[in-house]
């Protein structure tokens, strides 16, 4: 794993610069027979990863078991985000059809489905990622192009730390004790609790009955940024 880091890194840098087309950036289905090996997509090194944690023959390469290992939901939260980022890079591009397409078995409300479309903006699940949170505010056209120094900062040659583009990332998210009393406006994961101080257990339970919440009402006013550190420490992955 740690042996193709550079590579994952360079790969992600170039597929998030140079795909501009939803079909090219999304699959990999040309990657068969003949194989080509001039373009790349987030199918590709997604799968790769899958081997590479592990080794081939490891339980990450395997679709039966590779969900109960917790490295799964970051692997794929991380490929939710370059999606994400790759969207706002190039916002008129997604899947065609999206209307039509039922993400079963997962309920939008009572009696209807999801679709790609309903999907398409992680906004419209009430969560968001530092990096495009950091530019909400613009344009699509603007954001795009501030996102653009972004990424070279965080994937080009002179990748610089998460830190040094989100200054305060880490210090947003301190560790807590269970028994502690914490101040909740400092915990960027719970920005609607910003009350008096409360057990930092109330407020987990109450963040986590915000989720739950979330998959089945509607899009909260307020969306909220929901990474953790440790989800960061798996960005570093790629
Ligand atoms: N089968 C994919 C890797 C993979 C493994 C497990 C999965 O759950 C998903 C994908 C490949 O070889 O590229």
């Known amino acids: ?12 840098y170039n597929l998030l610069v140079n795909s501009k087309g939803y079909w090219s950036f999304s699959h990999d289905g040309w990657s068969g027979n003949p194989p080509v ?35 799964f939901w970051f692997h794929h939260c991380n ?8 969207q706002a890079l190039n916002p008129k591009e997604y899947m065609q059809a999206a209307e ?3 993400l079963r078995p997962f309920w939008i409300k009572p009696g209807k489905h999801w679709t790609s479309a309903d999907a398409r903006d992680t906004r419209a699940m009430g969560y968001t990622y530092p990096e495009l949170a950091k530019w909400s505010e613009l344009k699509p056209q603007d954001k795009s192009v501030r996102l653009r120094i972004d990424v070279n900062l965080m994937y080009g040659s002179q990748a610089a730390p998460f830190a040094a583009i ?5 210090k947003r998210t301190p560790e807590v004790n269970a028994n502690t009393t914490v101040d909740p406006t400092k915990l ?4 609607e609790h910003k009350t008096s101080a409360t057990p930092a257990k109330e407020v987990a339970a109450k963040a986590m009955s915000a989720q739950a919440q979330r998959v089945v009402s509607p899009p909260p006013s ?14 570093w992955i790629f």
């Open 188 to 191: 960027s994961i719970i920005k």
């Open 79 to 86: 490929v939710d985000r370059l999606f994400a980022i790759w």
């Open 166 to 170: 989100i200054p305060d990332l880490f």
């Open 100 to 102: 039509s397409d039922t």
């Open 1 to 12: 794993m740690a042996s193709n880091r550079a590579d994952l890194r360079t790969r992600v």
């Open 222 to 235: 307020r969306w909220l940024v929901i990474l953790t550190q440790r989800l960061f420490a798996a960005h």
């Open 37 to 71: 090996t001039t373009r790349d997509s987030i199918e590709s090194i997604h799968g790769n990863l899958h081997n590479f944690i592990g080794r081939q023959g490891g339980h990450m390469s395997s679709p039966d078991f590779a969900a109960f290992d917790p490295i």
